[in-house]
Nanobody, 124 residues
Framework: QVQLEETGGGSVQAGGSLRLACAAS????????LAWFRQAPGKEREAVAS????????YYHDSVKGRFTISQDDAKNTLYLQMTSLKPEDTAMYYC?????????????????WGQGTQVTVSS
């Protein structure tokens, strides 16, 4: 099990950028499914992006393709989500999650370890 802690959320205007970071307490270099989820009030939690560290396969939700980038800093055991061209509909609590497994567009039930979440608010 790994402990995850997200940072980097905040409030921005539409069109702005934010970079979320998720620091892991343990080694998440190979064989892990790492993902960013978000949950807006009244909506289900959904995968925004995922990374299979074994082969580097990435997944992006259609609504964020071309705007968000998931990446990993091996030396820092940190997962990032670079978000650009933010829209009001991106407003949500963002969570990072990890599971020792392969994944592509994982459902929340697939993930074992979760961070506490960081709020992203985009105003128009």
């Amino acid at each position: 099990q790994v402990q995850l802690e997200e940072t980097g959320g905040g409030s921005v205007q539409a069109g702005g950028s934010l970079r979320l970071a998720c620091a892991a307490s343990g080694n998440i270099l190979r064989g892990w499914c790492l993902a960013w989820f978000r949950q807006a009030p009244g909506k289900e939690r959904e995968a925004v992006a995922s990374l299979a560290t074994g082969d580097g396969t990435t997944y992006y939700h259609d609504s964020v393709k071309g705007r968000f980038t998931i990446s990993q800093d091996d030396a820092k055991n940190t997962l990032y989500l670079q978000m650009t061209s933010l829209k009001p509909e991106d407003t949500a609590m963002y969570y990072c999650a990890a599971e020792y497994d392969y994944c592509y567009n994982p459902p929340p039930s697939h993930m074992r370890d979760w961070g506490q979440g960081t709020q992203v608010t985009v105003s128009s």
